[in-house]
């Protein structure tokens, strides 16, 4: 028993100056990246590092918009230095529809032989994902339901960078492009959150039809569709379903419900 104290001490000094390395590796790096960030993020960072021991050189944690993401490669290392003991995914066939290139998968996380696992479920079609992944929405919603059940499994309360509605490869520093109001350019601006992103948002936070949305979206812009829409149409038209989806929900539905079936053209 005595001889086993010192190897622990042992080991805690070495894992306590692990974490210091990687802190001050963060910090560094993160100061060249987002020199835009505030002490209050820094701080974040800070206590992430600590928390969860996740690098930035290895891709395993992102700061996109001001705001900290883990990725899949963070949630993985959280998991094997936890030792998990396995993930199983299943495709629900009943929720997917692969002619819409719509998939829908739950993920189990078993954190040990007797886990009885901890569940995440995840969505992927062509309308809640980048171009850059169009094809592969499949994969995209695999890795989403297994991030969540990881989430849970470990209690990681950041989201993670795959579950955003804009997915895509590593994002750009804080030092964004400029606004532009041209078509198609309904990106991220400013600093602010990518409007993709926060129309994603409203349709989850409100349970409402994506198809549905994104028709009545290109509707109330002009536009042949929502990728043609300006940045200032689609600010616009966020806000207005928001206001509706908060005052008129049933008023909302009915709305969407009109473009459920094209209105045939009279003879």
């Given amino acids: ?8 001490k042992q080991g805690h000094l070495v894992r306590k100056t692990t974490e210091i390395t990687l802190v001050r590796e963060n ?28 690098s930035i050189l290895q891709g ?3 700061c996109i918009d001001g705001k900290w ?28 529809d692969p002619l819409a290139g719509r998939w829908v998968f739950r993920a189990t996380v078993f954190k040990s032989r007797l886990s009885k696992g901890f569940v995440g479920y995840g969505d992927a079609d062509p309308f809640n994902t980048s171009l850059l992944v169009r094809g592969a929405e499949m994969r995209v919603a695999e890795t989403r339901a297994v991030n969540r059940a990881l989430r849970k499994a470990y209690g990681i309360g950041l989201c993670s960078v795959e579950e955003l509605g804009s997915f895509s490869a ?4 804080l030092a964004a492009t400029p606004h532009s109001g041209h078509p198609g350019s309904n990106g991220s601006s ?19 039809n994506p198809t549905l949305v994104k028709a009545y979206a290109a509707d109330f812009c002009g536009t042949p569709t929502l990728k043609d829409a300006s940045c200032d149409q689609v ?16 008023g909302l539905l009915r ?13």
Avoid: W
Wanted: hydrophobic letters at 35%; glycine letters at 2%; proline letters at 7%.
């Fill in 69 to 96: 993401y883990v990725t899949h490669a963070g949630l993985l290392r959280i998991a094997l230095r936890a030792r998990c003991f396995g993930i199983r995914t299943t495709l629900q066939e009943r929720q997917s």
């Fill in 235 to 250: 600010e616009s038209f966020i806000s207005q379903l928001s206001a509706a989806a908060k005052k008129d929900p049933n």
């Fill in 27 to 54: 910090l560094r790096l993160v100061k060249q990246l987002y020199p835009a960030l505030a002490q209050r993020d820094l701080r974040t960072l800070r206590d992430l590092t600590r928390a969860h021991r996740l």
């Fill in 190 to 208: 400013n600093g602010q959150p990518r409007l993709r992103d926060r129309l994603c948002l409203l349709i989850r936070k409100h349970d409402l």
């Fill in 255 to 267: 709305k969407l419900n009109s473009y459920a079936h094209p209105t045939e053209a009279n003879p």
């Fill in 60 to 62: 395993e944690i992102l």
């Fill in 1 to 8: 028993m005595n001889a086993q104290r010192p190897q622990q």
């Fill in 170 to 173: 590593p994002q750009k520093p």
